[in-house]
């Protein structure tokens, strides 16, 4: 069955309830939300995928918040349903790399073509049609624009020192917010929303690279060991903020994300990383959220091994059957994570979205 034939649904919970206040007792800081922005009614995003280069056996992802949903790239098109509360920048990425941004809002209907290179490639071509279509066309210059994912194309400028690699991102982030003034002026823009997610998709996307640097220079290029100062982190910061509204744009979810697995490792079990978690990020928010994607993302990796396994099977009529006994302690272990998670007093509705994960993880035994 070709991937037109298949309806996916990919369902986003409502992001302003999981950031409302929590009664749980917590030494996390609690601050509030602003009040002042406008609030949506749940709506179903429709998104098509057109392509005129269809690659067999390639795979992407639909990045949001809420994880990665794999997407195979077998046929001339795809669909996705998303149910959201608030626009969002969401992506189609491959491998947590450069992605396709998508700007959406409750209701909209969304068409993209795009080829395979469109998505990891510096450049990008993809069209959109259907609603957002400018705001949607902005975010992909901006992305074409101030692109650093290919190291060895732009080993010119990692190569830099400390000073002059912030400076050469402060003028790309200069070059961000002339597009946005420009912007606009020109559509006469009074998307509020759209102007705080492009703002933090810009820094997101900066701060990634400002992440990725120290490595970069001192193990990539092997330009020597690297001594970083107090405006390295303080520019991080800057770029990196904890603020709740970051949770609506993909690109930071998995920078931040990122940053424990920097720390702690992405093999570490997800009750591992809570204490980091703890320590690394104070806003309840975001703590709240990155403990529910240690266990969530743990979860979608087992499911891919799954699969991964079946689909050897299906091609390897001699290869042993992978499942029964290994598939049931593989789950054992999931529901003992489930339940630590559960002693840290999450959010109802994670919990919600981790059960019925579980229950499609379980259903593949």
Same mark, same amino acid.
């Given at each position: /069955?070709?991937?037109?034939?298949? *309806?996916? $649904?990919?369902?986003?919970?409502? !992001?302003?309830?999981?950031?409302?206040?929590?009664?749980?007792? !917590?030494?996390?800081?609690?601050?509030?939300?602003?009040?002042? *922005?406008?609030?949506?009614?749940?709506?179903?995003?429709?998104?098509?995928?057109?392509?005129?280069?269809?690659?067999?056996?390639?795979?992407?992802?639909?990045?949001?918040? $809420?994880?990665?949903?794999?997407?195979?790239?077998?046929?001339?098109?795809?669909?996705? $349903?998303?149910?959201?509360?608030?626009?969002?920048?969401?992506?189609?990425?491959?491998?947590?790399?450069?992605?396709?941004?998508?700007?959406?809002?409750?209701?909209? @209907?969304?068409?993209?073509?795009?080829?395979?290179?469109?998505?990891?490639?510096?450049?990008?071509?993809?069209?959109? !049609?259907?609603?957002?279509?400018?705001?949607?066309?902005?975010?992909?210059?901006?992305?074409?624009?101030?692109?650093?994912?290919?190291?060895?194309? =732009? !080993?010119?400028?990692?190569?830099?020192?400390?000073?002059?690699?912030?400076?050469?991102?402060?003028?790309?982030?200069?070059?961000?917010?002339?597009?946005?003034?420009?912007?606009?002026?020109?559509?006469? =823009?009074?998307?509020?929303?759209?102007?705080?997610? +492009?703002?933090?998709?810009?820094?997101?996307?900066?701060?990634?690279?400002?992440?990725?640097?120290?490595?970069?220079?001192?193990? @990539?290029?092997?330009?020597?060991?690297?001594?970083?100062?107090?405006? +390295?982190?303080?520019?991080?910061?800057?770029?990196?903020?904890?603020?709740?509204?970051?949770? =609506?744009?993909?690109?930071?979810?998995?920078?931040?994300?990122?940053?424990?697995?920097?720390?702690?490792?992405?093999?570490?079990?997800?009750?591992?990383?809570?204490? /980091?978690?703890?320590? /690394?990020?104070?806003?309840?928010?975001?703590?709240? +959220?990155?403990?529910?994607?240690?266990?969530?993302?743990? /979860?979608?990796?087992?499911?891919?091994?799954?699969?991964?396994?079946?689909?050897?099977?299906?091609?390897?009529?001699?290869?042993?059957?992978?499942?029964?006994? @290994?598939?049931?302690?593989?789950?054992?272990?999931?529901?003992?994570?489930?339940?630590? $998670?559960?002693?840290?007093?999450?959010?109802?509705? +994670?919990?919600?979205?981790?059960?019925?994960?579980?229950?499609?993880?379980?259903?593949?035994?």
């Amino acid at each position: /069955m070709t991937l037109k034939n298949k *309806i996916l $649904y990919f369902v986003i919970f409502p !992001s302003l309830l999981l950031l409302s206040n929590c009664k749980n007792e !917590s030494n996390i800081d609690d601050s509030s939300i602003d009040s002042d *922005i406008q609030t949506y009614s749940s709506g179903i995003v429709t998104i098509f995928g057109k392509t005129n280069q269809p690659n067999e056996g390639y795979s992407f992802e639909l990045a949001s918040q $809420y994880g990665n949903k794999r997407i195979e790239f077998d046929s001339l098109e795809f669909q996705e $349903y998303l149910e959201i509360d608030e626009p969002q920048i969401i992506g189609i990425q491959k491998y947590s790399g450069f992605s396709i941004p998508i700007y959406i809002i409750p209701g909209d @209907s969304i068409i993209i073509e795009f080829k395979y290179n469109d998505v990891i490639s510096e450049k990008q071509y993809q069209k959109y !049609s259907g609603d957002r279509i400018k705001e949607n066309e902005l975010l992909a210059k901006l992305n074409s624009e101030i692109n650093l994912d290919n190291i060895y194309l =732009n !080993s010119r400028i990692y190569a830099k020192n400390e000073s002059q690699f912030i400076q050469h991102l402060d003028s790309l982030e200069n070059i961000g917010v002339k597009f946005l003034a420009e912007f606009n002026k020109k559509e006469r =823009n009074k998307d509020v929303h759209f102007n705080i997610l +492009y703002d933090i998709f810009l820094r997101a996307r900066l701060g990634k690279y400002l992440t990725k640097y120290p490595h970069i220079y001192q193990h @990539s290029l092997k330009k020597g060991k690297i001594v970083l100062s107090e405006n +390295y982190y303080k520019r991080k910061k800057e770029l990196i903020d904890s603020d709740p509204k970051s949770l =609506n744009v993909n690109l930071y979810t998995n920078l931040i994300v990122n940053e424990i697995d920097l720390k702690i490792g992405i093999a570490s079990d997800p009750s591992i990383k809570f204490p /980091m978690i703890d320590s /690394m990020f104070i806003k309840k928010e975001i703590n709240q +959220y990155l403990k529910f994607r240690a266990v969530i993302d743990e /979860m979608q990796k087992f499911k891919f091994i799954r699969f991964l396994s079946y689909e050897i099977q299906e091609n390897q009529s001699d290869t042993p059957v992978i499942g029964g006994r @290994s598939n049931l302690i593989e789950d054992s272990k999931i529901e003992l994570e489930i339940e630590k $998670y559960r002693s840290t007093n999450p959010p109802r509705r +994670y919990l919600t979205v981790i059960q019925n994960e579980l229950a499609i993880v379980k259903s593949n035994n």
